[in-house]
């Protein structure tokens, strides 16, 4: 960026030597004036960044020109040039707030430093007034306090807080704004991060509202230390996190409670339906001649009904089961898994004739009695859903920060309409009055994988057979899980 410099000399000669001289730099563009009123209303219109003058000029001196620039609100760095060295000219310059003073004489050396000194200059005044901008409006509190607890400045959002002007707190001690005991804790955080030069960070409530609180050490020249005092108002987060652990609680209150009402509700549901099926079948045993085929069969339903509904609770009971009584998150070896799972599985596959092969596989860290159930419910329902002989293949791929478990069959297949319903509780693959089932194996399987922190998903394509995935997040024996189901709230940028 250009940097616009505006050069005031009397001599219209010597101004323009100047102007020319410092004009060789690449980064200076200059402007002359002779006259130090004219200079005033340049400066006022905005477009310059630093001024150059003479200190004797007949109208109004240097010093005069730097004082009336800066009653009419301008701050740019202003440098004097003068053949005059006096001391008492260095020192009312200086007492002024001259950036620079340079003396005329070897001009060449000294215009080339001039150069530099006017670009630093610029360039730390630009820096300035960019904290400035943010200093005055960030809405966090933010002040400048001594080891003792005393602000030395403070912005308007901090003056705002405490129903005070910027000027009426500096000189106020921290003591003096809040009780003893957060006063003393942020003093001595202050201190902490002046002793060991690093940032300290606090949360406190004052009046009942929350603040997170960072104390940054600030050394300033010709300053004793000082610390940065930076508040943010968190209220709304810590309010939020704090509502949230009132549900959280409630909610492992209630799931408590449902989990108890679960094992009375199977044991007091189950009950009744022992006595129906128990009395159907007692009716047949005794009037079973005297009934006709419609009789009969009437009865093989309600016998048949009572223990779908049975099956059903069962398998309510264990859905409920999956987030209470799981298992802690082990090293596990699928491998030794599957083979279970063919165990457990040998008369179907028996029956069927069922091949169930698998790939080598890797080892989670996961509730080992869960996957076991994952994979027998699935490789079951590959083997219930085939019309020929069943071929069902166990994979797994590694997609760097998880694992994604594949069961592959070459089954019926599922229409795309249903492949996110089959995941619903009660809802089956299909409606075929010969298969059994209950409809909550695959609802429990996402209960499962949901568990782990993971997603299962199926492709399909009717006639030819399914793909379930199941993705087990990569993690340490003992590492807590995150569900991506989810999303966390109010967490501090």
Request: net charge negative; aromatic share 6%; charged share 30%.
């Amino acid at each position: 960026m250009d940097l616009q410099v505006l050069v005031v000399d009397d001599s219209e000669f010597f101004a323009n030597h100047v102007a020319e001289a410092l004009s060789s730099h690449e980064e200076i563009r200059t402007r002359v004036t002779t006259d130090p009123s004219v200079a005033r209303r340049i400066v006022a219109r905005g477009a310059i960044h630093c001024v150059v003058s003479d200190y004797q000029m007949p109208e109004m001196d240097g010093v005069e020109l730097l004082r009336s620039i800066r009653e009419d609100g301008h701050d740019q760095p202003f440098f004097l040039v003068t053949g005059e060295g006096s001391e008492a000219i260095a020192s009312e310059a200086i007492a002024s707030g001259v950036t620079g003073y340079v003396r005329k004489g070897g001009e060449d050396e000294r215009f080339q430093e001039l150069q530099n000194r006017i670009v630093n200059a610029v360039q730390q005044r630009q820096t300035e007034q960019k904290y400035e901008l943010l200093f005055d409006n960030t809405p966090e509190l933010l002040a400048y306090v001594d080891r003792d607890g005393v602000i030395q400045t403070a912005n308007p959002a901090m003056a705002a807080a405490h129903d005070a002007a910027q000027s009426a707190l500096v000189g106020t001690s921290l003591f003096d704004l809040y009780d003893e005991a957060v006063a003393r804790r942020r003093v001595e955080a202050g201190r902490e991060a002046l002793e060991t030069g690093e940032p300290t960070r606090l949360e406190d409530t004052v009046d009942g509202e929350h603040f997170s609180a960072i104390f940054v050490p600030a050394e300033i020249p010709g300053e004793p230390p000082m610390f940065q005092f930076t508040a943010r108002d968190v209220t709304d987060r810590v309010r939020a996190q704090q509502k949230l652990e009132a549900t959280v609680e409630k909610l492992e209150e209630s799931n408590e409670r449902l989990e108890q009402f679960a094992y009375v509700a199977s044991h007091d549901l189950k009950e009744p339906l022992r006595m129906v099926t128990s009395y159907v079948q007692l009716l047949e045993s005794r009037y079973g001649d005297e009934l006709d085929e419609d009789a009969r069969e009437f009865m093989d339903f309600a016998v048949d009904g009572a223990k779908r509904m049975g099956a059903m609770i069962d398998g309510l009971l264990e859905y409920s089961r999956v987030d209470t009584d799981g298992d802690p998150m082990v090293e596990t070896d699928l491998e030794t898994v599957v083979d279970e799972v063919r165990d457990d599985l040998a008369v179907r596959i028996d029956d069927t004739g069922a091949t169930v092969t698998a790939d080598p596989l890797p080892t989670l860290v996961a509730d080992r009695n869960q996957v076991r159930m994952l994979l027998q419910n699935l490789v079951a329902n590959a083997i219930k859903y085939s019309e020929s002989t069943p071929q069902i293949h166990v994979s797994a791929a590694d997609r760097g920060d998880e694992w994604t478990l594949a069961v592959e069959d070459d089954g019926v297949g599922i229409p795309e309409s249903q492949r996110d319903a089959v995941f619903e509780v009660f809802n089956r693959l299909d409606d075929r009055s010969d298969e059994s089932g209950t409809g909550i194996g695959l609802a429990v399987c996402r209960k499962i994988v949901e568990r782990h922190g993971g997603e299962i998903w199926v492709e399909s394509t009717v006639g030819e057979g399914s793909t379930f995935f199941a993705s087990f997040p990569k993690r340490e024996p003992g590492e807590p899980v995150e569900d991506p189901t989810v999303t966390a709230e109010g967490a501090e940028p």
